[in-house]
C-alpha cells in the first residue's frame, strides 16, 4: 500500500510554487500518493500565532525577499518578486485546485502552469475567466470545473482543509506531513526524500524519556 503525504499550500505562497515541481519529483520517486489540501493561509497564520507579510517587521520582510532571490537560482527559476497581481483574493483559485481534486483528476499539471501564471507570467488568477483558461490549457473542462469551485462542497472542504492543518501542526504554506510528522518549507524538502529513502518512523514532539 502507498504511503500519503499530505500537502497543504496555497497559490498565494512563492514558497508553494517554488517548491511545487521538486517535491512532485520526489512524490514520484518514492511512489507516494500527494493528498492536494489547499488552505487559506490567512486562517492558518491567524490559529498558529503567524503574521501576514505587510504586518511582518521591516527586518523580516528584507530577509524574504533575499531568500526568493536565492532560492529563485537555486531551482533555477525566473519569476517575478513582487507580480503585478499579487497579492490577489485566493479564495477561488485554492478551490478551484480543490474541485480538480473532488472530480477524479491530478491537480498537478493545472498546479505548475498556475503557478507560472502567477510569478512568471504576472497573470490574474483571481479572474474566474483566467483561471478557466489555464484549465483549458492543460485539457481540463474549466466551466465545470468552476461550478463545482463555487458550490458548497468546495467550500467545505477548504474548511476542513484548515481545521485539519490546524490539528496537524501545520501553520504555513507548503506543508508536507507524512505520518503525522511535518515538513515546513520547501527549504525541507531534503528531509523529507530523506525520510522516504529510510523509511525510518516519524519524529515526534513528544520524546520518550529514556529509562
Do not use: C
Not at 492558518?44 to 537560482?73: I, N, S
Not at 504555513?172 to 525541507?188: C, I, N, T
Amino acid at each position: 500500500m502507498a504511503r500519503t503525504i499530505d500537502y497543504y499550500f496555497s497559490l498565494l505562497s512563492p514558497w508553494a510554487y517554488i517548491g511545487h515541481a521538486p517535491f512532485m519529483g520526489i512524490a514520484r520517486r518514492h511512489g507516494v500518493e500527494v493528498n492536494y489540501k489547499p488552505v487559506f493561509l490567512g486562517r492558518v497564520f491567524a490559529e498558529t500565532g503567524g503574521l501576514p507579510l505587510a504586518q511582518r517587521h521591516p527586518v523580516r520582510q528584507r530577509y524574504r525577499m533575499v531568500e526568493l532571490q536565492r532560492w529563485r537560482e537555486k531551482r533555477g527559476l525566473s519569476f517575478n518578486l513582487q507580480p503585478k497581481h499579487w497579492p490577489f483574493d485566493v479564495n477561488l483559485p485554492d478551490r478551484f485546485v480543490i474541485a480538480i481534486s473532488v472530480s477524479g483528476q491530478n491537480p498537478d499539471p493545472f498546479l505548475r502552469r498556475v503557478f507560472a501564471a502567477i510569478w512568471e507570467e504576472e497573470r490574474d488568477v483571481g479572474n474566474p475567466a483566467v483561471l478557466a483558461e489555464i484549465a483549458e490549457s492543460v485539457g481540463l473542462d474549466g466551466s465545470s470545473l468552476m461550478n463545482l469551485a463555487t458550490g458548497s462542497s468546495t467550500e467545505a472542504i477548504y474548511a476542513l482543509n484548515l481545521e485539519n492543518a490546524v490539528a496537524g501542526d501545520v501553520f504555513g504554506s507548503p506543508a508536507y506531513v507524512l505520518d503525522g510528522e511535518v515538513f515546513w518549507g520547501q527549504d525541507r524538502l531534503d528531509l523529507l526524500d530523506d525520510a522516504l529513502q529510510s523509511g525510518r518512523q516519524a519524529y515526534r514532539s513528544e520524546v520518550a524519556e529514556s529509562k
